[in-house]
């Protein structure tokens, strides 16, 4: 039986950073039976659901009467890909936050990150001073397993997908650079001063959350922009039907449109004949 799209279905959905998150989600929807197609959104957190009917059925309301089953499916599918499913306007209606609101860890690291940079500024001066290996473990750890729990989180949630972001990479990198750094220190012998990496590790991780952070405030703008054109809106549309014109909330007309049902076989046959006699005609000298 032909399919035609009923219902579209909207889920808010939260732990993506990359396009990658996108791919996977969409992934994870489309093989959910049911489902014609399932697009992402990573600016909105949110992803739309079209959904199949057979044509000539029951209406969509009667055809999708198990919509919430559905929709708990689709959610399910979400959280199994490693992200947590939200209410479809989550983020558009979260009260607007402070300009700096989620800059305290970036601070913090960038505190605990500048002792370790120091070295390699002064080392253009001519001056050649280490901090010992303890202080830059002390300095270190922090940054690479507090501040970087977040990359840890997300990675081994791509992992048990089988699949790879780019917190996994950070936190692979990372954590490589600050395990060699241990090694090393550990094993050098007494007196020696090893070179150590925990500034790259440390730095590292900063400047991915400094982007990060950067990041959410752009996808603020874009949100107030996106609810300022919603504020636009019209909450009622004029119908015009069979009993004259009567006002509907917009919503209901636009759900209540029908869906066009593909060409049968007799359309697509008469529509390719009269484009051959227009290209006939076209083709036809003049006999000038």
Same mark, same amino acid.
């Given at each position: 039986?032909?399919? %035609?799209?009923?219902?579209?279905?909207?889920?808010?959905? !939260?732990? #993506?950073?990359?396009?990658?998150?996108?791919?996977?989600?969409?992934?994870?929807?489309?093989?959910?039976?049911? %489902?014609?197609?399932?697009?992402?959104?990573? +600016?909105?957190?949110?992803?739309?659901?079209?959904?199949?009917?057979?044509?000539?059925?029951?209406?969509?309301?009667?055809?999708? @009467? !198990?919509?919430a089953s559905m929709d708990a499916r689709l959610r399910r599918a979400v959280r199994d890909? &490693?992200y947590e499913p939200r209410a479809a306007d989550t983020l558009m209606d979260a009260p607007?936050?402070?300009?700096? +609101?989620?800059?305290?860890?970036?601070?913090?690291?960038?505190? /605990?990150?500048?002792?370790?940079?120091?070295?390699?500024?002064?080392?253009? =001066?001519? %001056?050649?001073?280490?901090?010992?290996?303890?202080?830059?473990?002390?300095?270190?750890?922090?940054? @690479?397993?507090?501040? !970087?729990?977040?990359?840890?989180?997300?990675?081994?949630?791509? /992992?048990?997908?089988?699949?790879?972001?780019?917190? /996994?990479?950070?936190?692979?990198?990372?954590?490589?650079?600050?395990?060699?750094?241990?090694? =090393?220190? /550990?094993?050098?012998?007494? &007196?020696? #001063?090893?070179?150590?990496?925990?500034?790259?590790?440390?730095?590292?991780?900063?400047?991915?959350?400094?982007?990060?952070?950067?990041?959410?405030?752009?996808?603020?703008?874009?949100?107030?922009?996106?609810?300022?054109?919603?504020?636009?809106?019209?909450?009622?549309?004029?119908?015009? &039907?069979?009993? !004259?014109?009567?006002?509907?909330?917009?919503?209901?007309?636009?759900?209540? #449109?029908?869906?066009?049902?593909?060409?049968?076989? #007799?359309?697509?046959? %008469?529509?390719?004949?009269?484009?051959?006699?227009?290209?006939?005609?076209?083709?036809?000298?003049s006999g000038l």
């Amino acid at each position: 039986m032909d399919q %035609v799209t009923a219902l579209s279905i909207d889920i808010g959905i !939260g732990g #993506m950073t990359c396009a990658s998150c996108v791919a996977r989600v969409e992934r994870a929807l489309n093989k959910v039976p049911g %489902v014609a197609q399932a697009t992402v959104n990573l +600016a909105t957190e949110s992803a739309r659901v079209q959904l199949l009917a057979p044509t000539g059925g029951p209406a969509p309301t009667q055809t999708h @009467q !198990g919509s919430a089953s559905m929709d708990a499916r689709l959610r399910r599918a979400v959280r199994d890909a &490693g992200y947590e499913p939200r209410a479809a306007d989550t983020l558009m209606d979260a009260p607007e936050p402070s300009r700096w +609101a989620g800059f305290a860890p970036i601070a913090l690291g960038l505190a /605990l990150s500048a002792p370790l940079v120091l070295p390699m500024l002064l080392e253009l =001066l001519g %001056v050649h001073w280490m901090l010992p290996a303890t202080w830059q473990f002390v300095l270190a750890t922090p940054v @690479q397993f507090v501040l !970087g729990a977040r990359f840890y989180k997300a990675g081994w949630s791509a /992992l048990k997908n089988f699949s790879g972001n780019m917190d /996994l990479l950070v936190a692979m990198g990372t954590t490589a650079g600050w395990a060699l750094s241990v090694w =090393l220190w /550990l094993t050098a012998a007494p &007196g020696a #001063m090893p070179h150590l990496y925990f500034e790259g590790s440390a730095l590292v991780v900063t400047l991915v959350l400094l982007g990060k952070w950067l990041e959410a405030g752009a996808k603020r703008q874009t949100t107030s922009a996106i609810r300022a054109l919603h504020a636009l809106r019209p909450e009622v549309a004029h119908l015009l &039907g069979p009993d !004259g014109e009567v006002d509907v909330p917009a919503e209901e007309a636009m759900s209540s #449109m029908p869906t066009p049902a593909p060409c049968s076989r #007799m359309a697509r046959k %008469v529509a390719s004949t009269s484009s051959r006699r227009r290209a006939a005609l076209i083709t036809q000298p003049s006999g000038l």
